[in-house]
């Protein structure tokens, strides 16, 4: 494998084919469906009517850092608060430490070539802190606004680096991932805001009023990508994708890294206990 740092280096993005095998990738999406069947919603729906239950909502994903949890696609309910689509069709991701608690997420999520990426990126002593089975269901797939990975892993200096696994074919049909080329450095690559958390509360700080690239625009271009991809992006790259209104799925599987050479922000909403340590590839 070879891996052009100074494209990386220049463009804030690498795109590399062929990284999983159609194997690897069936064992994976077979286990996030048992994990999806074995998801029992209880409490844990987005009804946004009453304080008590913002809060019940704001729990689960607080503290499913060291969990594996599902979150729900936000227009898979009605009016009502009923599900719209079966179950299987109505989670937007499973998050978000799958990589560490589950084995067959474990295997997918290590091993000497996501190593061999690392180091050539930098990572020397990589920290893998969350995972993300993403569905982007068919017709119901949320938007992922513009962002920066570095505002929810901030570290000093800023090393998080996402890896990025297509499952499936990411196209502009299925809201494939949009990247601005070279956003990460110069006068556009800065922080924008921060995702901080106090106790049982988190928000977004705003950090710098530098402009997301406008849409449509030159600025950004769109990875469509084939199954089996890995996109590894900076933690200061500007990235979006777009609803998903196909009857495709766009499944995909995400893992944000730091350098353990970089110090972690304790504002960072994600913290590891001594039970369930931060650890490498
Ligand atoms: O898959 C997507 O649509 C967005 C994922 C993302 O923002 C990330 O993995 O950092
Ligand atoms: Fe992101």
């Not at 704001?58 to 689509?85: I, M, N, P, T």
């Not at 949320?142 to 890896?163: C, K, L, M, N």
């Not at 988190?202 to 950004?220: G, L």
């Amino acid at each position: 494998m070879t891996v052009d740092t100074a494209r990386y280096a220049e463009q804030g993005f690498l795109v590399i084919p062929g990284f999983k095998t159609a194997a690897e990738i069936a064992a994976l999406r077979e286990r996030a469906l048992q994990i999806v069947d074995g998801f029992d919603p209880g409490e844990q729906r987005p009804v946004f009517t009453t304080e008590e239950q913002q809060r019940h909502v704001d729990d689960y994903f607080l503290d499913s850092g060291d969990q594996v949890r599902c979150f729900f696609e936000e227009e898979a309910f009605d009016a009502e608060g009923r599900l719209r689509v079966p179950k299987e069709l109505a989670i937007n991701k499973i998050g978000h430490a799958m990589h560490d608690l589950d084995p067959v997420f474990s295997r997918f999520s290590k091993g000497p070539a996501l190593r061999e990426v690392a180091a050539a990126l930098g990572l020397t002593r990589p920290q893998v802190w969350q995972s993300m089975f993403i569905f982007k269901q068919p017709g119901i797939g949320g938007e992922v606004r513009w962002h920066q990975d570095a505002s929810f892993f901030e570290s000093d200096p800023i090393t998080v680096t996402t890896f990025w696994f297509a499952l499936e074919d990411a196209t502009l049909q299925n809201g494939c991932l949009w990247a601005e080329p070279g956003g990460h450095r110069g006068a556009r690559g800065v922080l924008r805001e921060r995702f901080v958390r106090e106790g049982r509360k988190a928000w977004m700080e705003q950090v710098d009023a530098t402009p997301w690239p406008a849409a449509d625009s030159k600025e950004a271009v769109p990875l469509e990508v084939e199954a089996g991809s890995l996109v590894v992006f900076h933690g200061l790259l500007p990235h979006y994708s777009a609803a998903n209104r196909s009857e495709k799925s766009r499944h995909a599987y995400t893992l944000h890294v730091t350098d353990a050479a970089s110090h972690y922000s304790p504002r960072n909403w994600l913290q590891r206990g001594a039970e369930l340590p931060v650890q490498g590839f």
